[in-house]
T-cell receptor, first 114, second 110 residues
Framework: DGGITQSPKYLFRKEGQNVTLSCEQNLNHDAMYWYRQDPGQGLRLIYYSQIVNDFQKGDIAEGYSVSREKKESFPLTVTSAQKNPTAFYLC?????????????FGPGTRLTVL | RKEVEQDPGPFNVPEGATVAFNCTYSNSASQSFFWYRQDCRKEPKLLMSVYSSGNEDGRFTAQLNRASQYISLLIRDSKLSDSATYLCAVNPTGANNLFFGTGTRLTVIP
């Protein structure tokens, strides 16, 4: 089955620790995205990547880092510099050709900082 | 001004009713628009794409009004299973990502 997977589903972190969230897709999409969603708020873009070995900051990149070494994978690291990391993190992917840019989402990771 | 704005609701409607949501966008050059459905504590799922004036899929109709810069989602014959939050998303021309609204919550009541 084609799709996007994220792991873990739930993650608990102590303050001061870095954690890495996994995102994998087998849709052969070039573009991948990371969003965070807080209660009562819309999705806010953290980072995105249009092609392997290239990525761009979104609206709220501070305290986060990413890598794109493979087309299928786009892991997100939440660093200790992120002041309020508790949130629902969503990874998405999309095509970049043909003028169609629907994004498809993984099931998300809920991060809680203790 | 936000890129995309939605009425958060909640909209509480009886089964069988017709309900419509609007979503306004600020960039007049935007070319593609989307409606997503998000269930509680789940990921958004694509419901409809709008690339021209509108789109229809069964009980769901999405319409684009470029003059007033809004898109609408119409749900006819509401079902209990339609209860969810509906997010609109806009892709401004030249942007590499989507801007999402905060979502409109719908509850269909028996």
């Amino acid at each position: 089955d084609g799709g996007i997977t994220q792991s873990p589903k739930y993650l608990f972190r102590k303050e001061g620790q870095n954690v890495t969230l996994s995102c994998e897709q087998n849709l052969n999409h070039d573009a991948m995205y990371w969003y965070r969603q807080d209660p009562g708020q819309g999705l806010r873009l953290i980072y995105y990547s249009q092609i392997v070995n290239d990525f761009q900051k979104g609206d709220i990149a501070e305290g986060y880092s990413v890598s794109r070494e493979k087309k299928e994978s786009f892991p997100l690291t939440v660093t200790s510099a992120q002041k309020n990391p508790t949130a629902f993190y969503l990874c998405a992917s999309s095509e970049t050709s043909g003028g169609r840019n629907e994004q498809f989402f993984g099931p998300g990771t809920r991060l809680t900082v203790l | 001004r936000k890129e995309v704005e939605q009425d958060p609701g909640p909209f509480n409607v009886p089964e069988g009713a017709t309900v419509a949501f609007n979503c306004t966008y600020s960039n007049s050059a935007s070319q593609s628009f989307f409606w997503y459905r998000q269930d509680c504590r789940k990921e958004p799922k694509l419901l409809m794409s709008v690339y021209s004036s509108g789109n229809e899929d069964g009980r769901f109709t999405a319409q684009l009004n470029r003059a007033s810069q809004y898109i609408s989602l119409l749900i006819r014959d509401s079902k209990l299973s339609d209860s969810a939050t509906y997010l609109c998303a806009v892709n401004p021309t030249g942007a590499n990502n989507l801007f999402f609204g905060t979502g409109t919550r719908l509850t269909v009541i028996p």
